[in-house]
């Protein structure tokens, strides 16, 4: 009970600021992500653990993959899907950042993904959203859009797909404070049936995959009056 009382209270003081994907909505099923601040013991779900609600600020992070540490739990689950179907992350809600991108990458695991360093694998972006109307500092942003859609977002896994198992990262990068980052990745393991033979690419491993000299990353939105924007990684595969 007083253990309960303090995990709470700390979940709920961590959570004002920052946080991650807590969980996803794969062929309507439910899948409950990674507790952080709770113990990894006992927990089995199909995503890798990230500790703390505190975003990484360095591009090139050693843990840049799937969030510090990205390791499994015990058992670690795998959801099945469909290439050519969707799948809903849902960040804690209201998740608080509306200023930067949306990114969501997929890696081919070669073989069960949980015998896998994340940092190993080949990541190819299957989504992504940038700046979709306005200024830097005063625009409609992929994250905003997140928040808007009930902190969540929903993407198709690419209908010519092989099939495998897949490692997808999803990614929220908020550049509110100036030339001073916030990257916030999580990973979950997929196996993926009904694909086809695309060749998916490119692909970029992370860290490796974004540089902290980025324009896009180390930027000063207030200083700027741009109505464009890159988002970093690699360009989108259709698939
Ligand atoms: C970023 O992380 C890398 C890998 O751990 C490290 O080599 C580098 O010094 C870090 N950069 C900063 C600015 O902390
Ligand atoms: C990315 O996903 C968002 C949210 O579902 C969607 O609005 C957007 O069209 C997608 N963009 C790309 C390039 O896939
Ligand atoms: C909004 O997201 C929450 C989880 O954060 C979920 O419980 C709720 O059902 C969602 N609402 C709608 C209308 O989808
Ligand atoms: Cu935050």
Redesign the pocket.
């Known amino acids: 009970m007083f253990a309960c009382a303090i995990v709470a209270l700390l979940s709920t003081a961590f959570a004002s600021g920052h946080g991650g994907v807590v969980s996803y909505n794969i062929g309507g099923k439910t899948f409950q992500g990674f507790q952080a601040y709770v113990t990894p013991i006992g927990q089995s779900t199909i995503q890798r653990q990230w500790a703390t609600y505190n975003p990484i600020t360095?591009?090139?992070?050693?843990n840049m993959a799937c969030n510090s540490p990205g390791l499994t739990v015990n058992p670690m689950l795998t959801a099945t899907v469909g290439a050519g179907s969707k799948i809903a992350a849902y960040w804690n809600n209201p998740w608080p950042h509306t200023i930067g991108p949306m990114m969501v990458y997929m890696a081919n695991c070669g073989g069960d993904c949980t015998n896998v360093n994340p940092a190993s694998l080949n990541f190819f972006k299957i989504n992504e959203s940038g700046l979709l109307s306005g200024t830097v500092a005063n625009g409609q942003w992929g994250s905003g859009l997140m928040v808007q859609q009930n902190s969540s977002w929903t993407v198709t896994i690419p209908k010519s797909l092989p099939n495998g198992n897949y490692m997808i990262r999803h990614e929220t990068l908020a550049i509110h404070t100036a030339n001073q980052p916030q990257f916030y990745p999580e990973c979950a393991q997929l196996t993926v049936i009904g694909g086809a033979n695309g060749k998916p690419g490119p692909t970029v491993k992370f860290?490796g995959g974004y540089s902290?000299t980025d324009p896009s990353i180390n930027i000063d939105v207030y200083s700027s009056t741009a109505t464009t924007y890159i988002v970093p990684g690699p360009v989108v595969w259709s698939g």
């Open positions: 360095n591009a090139t992070d050693a860290p902290a």
